[in-house]
């Protein structure tokens, strides 16, 4: 470990939390938005397709979810064990996690992409999905997970950098993975430059081939050390007691990540029985509340390298106060963005879809939803504590009762009740009562028996 991730310690350990976290949190917000700018784009560009095909990538994401979300839980454990021993200055310790976590990454991502690519059909059947979406679903949902395994690099390369307190570089790798999907969505979904039209499967290529250079540039940067570390063939070499420590806390917070991820299937089945307008109107007021989310995101993951190495040297004190900060920071800037969605909301529908039902729907949407938004990134900071503490088996709890018992079941319930307006309600209420269990189990202070 070089001097500049132990400079970037010293600053985690002592500076004022809220100037870290506006510090730690810049480029990922940068990330996150740009990581939206391409969801935005790939929506603007498959609804000029229409209303089938701009519902594919929705109706592809909570399967997709539900396999990766398996693995990404190890990515959460391997986040924890790599910032606390990097927080107690067991920087040869941190470095043997994270190839430890390369190697379950890549062991993991080679089964779950295959895996997945053989059943998509059978899964999709089992959602009850439009039958008018189906076919574009399979293909896009197949070449997700073809790609898995270069998604899971970048992966591990991330929760690696940011447990060390690095989001710069991950950001850049990540940003210039997404241009190049940005710029080849129009070229292979509307065959330009003498490629062929391939609608939804275009969409799909450009993610995977922009994966695929991302994951290349990753490996080249371990190689060279040229970010200030570089890894060798040795750290990769499973370690028998780490690599069973990272399974077993990561394999709670897999199944809650997979169990939740599912849970969205539900959900997405739920909506889709009121038909294509309902799936459409969702998959476009979603991606627009995600512009808050691009700032709640990154302050929660800013906050996790804070707590982690906070928690390495056991300085719960200052943990509390990243915790305060973090509570407030979150709900005032998710107020304050909200306004200005709820504000334009029709607007902002129609830029996406010319659709007037699937606009009307979409604004309802958005204004039952955008009521109990604070209260969910408020829930994203104490969940972000319970996982990089290393209390897995309780964030999963947390996570699982917020979805299947609180959102699935009311979402369904009041849907039989109101119909749309009924699910969307229901996912509201979901989130305010699950942040004030959260903040519960916050006051019971078990995240304070860390891992290190």
């Known amino acids: 470990m070089t001097s500049r991730f132990e400079k970037i310690r010293e600053d985690i350990l002592t500076q004022d939390p809220l100037k870290l976290m506006w510090k730690l949190s810049l480029p990922l917000v940068v990330l996150n938005f740009v990581h939206l700018i391409y969801n935005l784009t790939d929506t603007f560009w498959l609804g000029r397709l229409g209303r089938t095909a701009v519902s594919s990538p929705t109706l592809s994401w909570p399967v997709f979810g539900t396999i990766m979300s398996l693995g990404m839980g190890f990515g959460i454990a391997g986040f924890a064990f790599i910032s606390q021993y990097q927080g107690s200055g067991e920087f040869i310790k941190a470095q043997k996690a994270m190839g430890n976590l390369f190697t379950l990454f890549l062991m993991f991502s080679i089964l779950a992409g295959t895996t997945g690519f053989i059943f998509t059909p059978s899964i999709l059947k089992t959602m009850k999905i439009p039958p008018d979406t189906f076919d574009n679903t399979v293909i896009y949902l197949r070449i997700m997970f073809a790609s898995i395994p270069f998604s899971f690099l970048g992966f591990a390369f991330s929760f690696a950098l940011r447990a060390l307190g690095d989001t710069r570089t991950p950001t850049f790798i990540n940003i210039l993975g997404m241009i190049l999907n940005v710029a080849l969505d129009p070229i292979l979904i509307y065959g330009l430059w003498g490629f062929p039209k391939m609608g939804v499967l275009g969409a799909a290529l450009a993610t995977a081939i922009s994966n695929f250079f991302s994951s290349l540039l990753v490996l080249r940067l371990i190689q060279t050390g040229k970010m200030g570390l570089k890894m060798h063939l040795s750290d990769l ?216």
């Open 237 to 452: 070499k499973p370690d028998l007691k780490l690599s069973v420590n990272i399974i077993t806390k990561g394999l709670p917070a897999s199944i809650g990540q997979s169990l939740n991820s599912l849970g969205f299937v539900f959900l997405v089945s739920i909506i889709s029985k009121f038909g294509s307008v309902a799936v459409a109107a969702y998959s476009i007021g979603d991606r627009i509340i995600q512009l808050i989310f691009t700032i709640s995101d990154a302050i929660n993951q800013a906050l996790g390298s804070i707590l982690g190495q906070n928690l390495g040297i056991k300085n719960f004190s200052r943990v509390k106060e990243a915790i305060k900060k973090a509570v407030l920071l979150n709900a005032g800037v998710i107020s304050f963005f909200a306004i200005f969605i709820y504000l334009g909301r029709g607007e902002l529908i129609s830029i996406f879809i010319k659709d007037p039902q699937v606009i009307l729907e979409g604004k309802n949407y958005i204004e039952k939803f955008i009521v109990a938004m604070p209260f969910f990134g408020v829930f994203g900071v104490f969940s972000s504590l319970a996982m990089v503490s290393g209390r897995t088996t309780e964030g999963m709890a947390l996570g699982l009762i917020r979805l299947w018992v609180l959102r699935i079941p009311m979402a369904y319930y009041f849907g039989k009740l109101y119909g749309t307006t009924g699910v969307w309600i229901g996912m509201n209420l979901s989130n305010i009562i699950a942040c004030l269990m959260a903040y519960l189990w916050y006051l019971r202070g078990t995240w304070k028996k860390t891992l290190v």
